[in-house]
Antibody, heavy 119, light 108 residues
Framework: EVQLVESGGGLVQPGGPLRLSCAVF????????MNWVRQAPGKGLQWISY????????YYADSVKGRFTISRDNAKNSLYLQMNSLGAEDTAVYYC????????????WGQGTPVTVSS | EIVLTQSPATLSLSPGERATLSCWAS??????LAWYQQKPDQAPRLLIY???NRATGIPARFSGSGSGTDFTLTINSLEPEDFAVYYC??????????FGQGTRLEIK
């Protein structure tokens, strides 16, 4: 069974860092591109970052470029999101999501981890 | 950036009725469009990809159509579990990948 399990969310002060993790199970992680998608409270979905299966291609939404870093460890079946210089606008539930080979739509999602940026 | 606009924002229907949800793209996305369902406090679930292909395990009452800039998600004979928020998403000419703002399907 395919599972994606996020962790690392929590309360962080403005300007602070936070690192999210996504552990995957039930599929060959190294064969798939991965993404982070977030959802602010009461709002819609926002794609924020993509990493290809071998980390050769990495993309970010403009809203997080220069502050967030996506990475992966295929040996550990894990995806990461290092978030720096956090602001109130980054408060959201963060989902990791697998994209289908060759096309970036999201066939499996984690349950999400909440991030709250507040003093 | 391709902007996706969904209509209506809220749709009020009764179980057994047919729901028709629309998604318009600011420029052609060919058939590179997906639909998701999201229930409260749950992750989104993929329903449709490539505009009209049902994802694994999705009931046949869900269907997608369209190409270019105009797309439709149709849900025939609504079941109680279908009342949720629905999002469209494109995956052409990215980054960025963008979602529509969502349509809330509520029980009338």
């Amino acid at each position: 069974e395919v599972q994606l399990v996020e962790s690392g969310g929590g309360l962080v002060q403005p300007g602070g860092p936070l690192r999210l993790s996504c552990a995957v199970f039930g599929f060959t992680f190294s064969n798939y591109g991965m993404n982070w998608v977030r959802q602010a409270p009461g709002k819609g979905l926002q794609w924020i970052s993509y990493i290809s299966k071998n980390s050769g291609k990495i993309y970010y939404a403009d809203s997080v470029k220069g502050r967030f870093t996506i990475s992966r460890d295929n040996a550990k079946n894990s995806l990461y999101l290092q978030m720096n210089s956090l602001g109130a606008e980054d408060t959201a539930v963060y989902y990791c999501a697998r994209n289908m080979a060759g096309q970036v739509y999201f066939d499996y999602w984690g349950q999400g981890t909440p991030v709250t940026v507040s003093s | 950036e391709i902007v996706l606009t969904q209509s209506p924002a809220t749709l009020s229907l009764s179980p057994g009725e047919r729901a028709t949800l629309s998604c318009w793209a600011s420029q052609s996305v060919s058939r590179y469009l997906a639909w998701y369902q999201q229930k409260p406090d749950q992750a989104p679930r993929l329903l449709i990809y490539d505009a009209s292909n049902r994802a694994t395990g999705i009931p046949a009452r869900f269907s997608g159509s369209g190409s270019g800039t105009d797309f439709t998600l149709t849900i025939n004979s609504l079941e109680p579990e279908d009342f949720a928020v629905y999002y469209c998403q494109h995956y052409t000419n990215w980054p960025p990948i963008t979602f529509g703002q969502g349509t809330r399907l509520e029980i009338k």
